[in-house]
């Protein structure tokens, strides 16, 4: 299909960006589109966000998962809506996106993108249905220091958003596999809050969260003390939404 008859059926002026954030235990991940293009006669390699413009019979929230299903192969994903970025030279700060954008048929205009942050356990959801696109790679998020466009912002302010929503939120057990030790709990929020956590503080917290369920079950195979698997009742969370970290 040729690129003019693709824009005709796309809003050249709305997009969606996802920061896809992937755990595995003992870092934070993002899952990130490596860009070729020749730029000046050089051939030069960079890292940015996947997106794309909202389709005319879309909805953001369908444009977003439409992003997320063709990147991954999954469908639902825990996704939340963040943040809208419209600054006029968002799309133009290096002259290598412009010719990028050219090269790709994207019309020359401002475009306000509206940010999405969706979460993936990186051990748990990589099922039959899992199957990343070719140019896809999963980057240690404390790793990546510059991405095309404004893009580093928009993974800036979905950290943020990420953070907030981990003290306030269930968001955590999206991470989480469906058993799991209080260990394996506080090491999550130890890695997206980015600081240690008080062991015996952190017990005392969940101890008051009565949805958070141990279940008659223990470690094997651990060269340590087995620890008792829990694991979350949803339907009890909602009886206790004031109780959060």
Same mark, same amino acid.
């Given at each position: 299909?040729?690129?003019?008859?693709?824009?005709?059926?796309?809003?050249?002026?709305?997009?969606?960006?996802?920061?896809?954030?992937?755990?595995?235990?003992?870092?934070?991940?993002?899952?990130?589109?490596?860009?070729?293009?020749?730029?000046?006669?050089?051939?030069?390699?960079?890292?940015?966000?996947?997106?794309?413009?909202?389709?005319?019979?879309?909805?953001?929230?369908?444009?977003?998962?439409?992003?997320?299903?063709?990147?991954?192969?999954?469908?639902?994903?825990?996704?939340?809506?963040?943040?809208?970025?419209?600054?006029?030279?968002?799309?133009?700060?290096?002259?290598?996106?412009?010719?990028?954008?050219?090269?790709?048929?994207?019309?020359?205009?401002?475009?306000?993108?509206?940010?999405?942050?969706? $979460?993936?356990?990186?051990?748990?959801?990589?099922?039959?249905?899992?199957?990343?696109?070719?140019?896809?790679?999963?980057?240690?998020?404390?790793?990546?220091?510059?991405?095309?466009?404004?893009?580093?912002?928009?993974?800036?302010?979905?950290?943020?958003?990420?953070?907030?929503? $981990?003290?306030?939120?269930?968001?955590?057990?999206?991470?989480?596999?469906?058993?799991?030790?209080?260990?394996?709990?506080?090491?999550?929020?130890?890695?997206?809050?980015?600081?240690?956590?008080?062991?015996?503080?952190?017990?005392?917290?969940?101890?008051?969260?009565?949805?958070?369920?141990?279940?008659?079950?223990?470690?094997?195979?651990?060269?340590?003390?087995?620890?008792?698997?829990?694991?979350?009742?949803?339907?009890?969370?909602?009886?206790?939404?004031?109780?959060?970290?």
């Amino acid at each position: 299909m040729a690129v003019s008859n693709i824009l005709e059926n796309l809003n050249p002026n709305v997009s969606v960006d996802c920061v896809v954030f992937g755990f595995e235990f003992g870092k934070l991940d993002i899952l990130l589109i490596e860009r070729n293009m020749l730029y000046e006669g050089t051939e030069f390699k960079d890292l940015k966000l996947p997106g794309d413009l909202v389709r005319k019979d879309e909805d953001l929230d369908t444009a977003a998962s439409r992003v997320l299903r063709e990147l991954t192969g999954l469908g639902n994903i825990y996704l939340k809506q963040y943040l809208a970025f419209g600054s006029p030279d968002r799309l133009l700060r290096q002259p290598r996106d412009l010719e990028w954008l050219r090269s790709i048929g994207h019309p020359e205009e401002i475009v306000v993108t509206v940010a999405y942050y969706s $979460l993936i356990n990186i051990d748990h959801d990589m099922g039959a249905s899992y199957k990343l696109q070719p140019n896809a790679r999963w980057y240690t998020v404390s790793e990546v220091n510059e991405l095309a466009f404004d893009h580093m912002t928009i993974v800036r302010e979905a950290l943020k958003a990420l953070r907030t929503d $981990l003290i306030s939120k269930p968001i955590a057990f999206e991470l989480l596999p469906p058993k799991f030790t209080l260990g394996m709990m506080q090491q999550l929020y130890e890695v997206i809050l980015g600081t240690k956590l008080d062991k015996r503080n952190f017990r005392k917290k969940v101890a008051n969260m009565p949805y958070i369920i141990p279940i008659n079950e223990k470690q094997v195979d651990v060269s340590h003390k087995p620890a008792q698997f829990h694991s979350f009742n949803h339907k009890v969370y909602l009886k206790n939404k004031k109780d959060s970290f």
